[in-house]
C-alpha cells in the first residue's frame, strides 16, 4: 500500500529536479545571454586566402 506514495514520492522530487534546472538555465541566460550562434560568416581554413587574412588583420598589426 506504500508503493502510491513512493511513486507520487518519485515523482514530486522528479518535478521539483526539473523546475530547479529550468531556474538555473534561466539564471544562466541572464547572466550570460544566450548562446552563439551555431554557424558563423568566416570561410573555413581551406576557403581562406591572403585577401581574407589582409581583410581582417587587426589593428595593432598595421
Known sequence: MSEPVDDA?????????AAEEAARRRRLVEVF???LPEA??????????DQWYL????????
Open 9 to 17: 514520492a518519485a515523482a514530486s522530487a522528479a518535478a521539483s529536479a
Open 33 to 35: 545571454g544566450d548562446v
Open 40 to 49: 558563423d560568416d568566416e570561410p573555413t581554413a581551406q576557403n581562406r586566402n
Open 55 to 62: 581583410e581582417n588583420r587587426p589593428p595593432h598589426h598595421e
